[in-house]
């Protein structure tokens, strides 16, 4: 059977986005903890992986901790605190590099402030 793929329009995001309770819970200790524990070898790249994470977590959260770790790998190149940021994989590949932004933002150091929509 041939799967069918909807067609979104371009400006629809492939990855699911994060809900408020997920990124709510990133942020927590025990979030933050969970995080450190996959980036620091307890990953969950693998089905038994994952079902080891499963019997402690909530099946969206062992997702969103893992993705977070995966995405948190491929900014370090672009910003140094990438350790302690959120990300989506949209979001990452538009992000300008922290090195460059600094760059560019010096164009308005004279104004009181800046919006960047």
């Known amino acids: 059977m041939k799967r069918q793929v909807r067609n979104t329009g371009p400006w629809v995001r492939e990855d699911r986005l994060l809900t408020p309770e997920e990124l709510a819970?990133?942020?927590?200790?025990e979030g933050?903890?969970?995080?450190?524990a996959m980036a620091g070898g307890e990953f969950a790249d693998s089905p038994s992986a994952i079902a080891r994470w499963?019997?402690?977590l909530d099946a969206d959260l062992v997702s969103?901790?893992?993705?977070?770790?995966?995405l948190?790998?491929?900014?370090?190149?672009?910003f140094?605190?990438?350790d302690n940021m959120l990300f989506d994989?949209?979001?990452?590949e538009q992000a300008t590099d922290e090195t460059i932004a600094r760059h560019k933002a010096r164009r308005f150091e004279e104004l009181a402030g800046v919006t960047d929509l």
Do not use: H, I, P
Request: with cysteine; hydrophobic share 40%; net charge positive.
């Open 64 to 70: 969103a901790a893992w993705v977070q770790v995966t």
């Open 80 to 82: 140094s605190r990438a």
């Open 32 to 36: 933050r903890a969970v995080c450190e």
């Open 89 to 92: 994989r949209v979001g990452l």
């Open 25 to 29: 819970w990133l942020q927590s200790m």
């Open 54 to 56: 499963r019997q402690k």
């Open 72 to 78: 948190r790998n491929k900014a370090r190149d672009k």
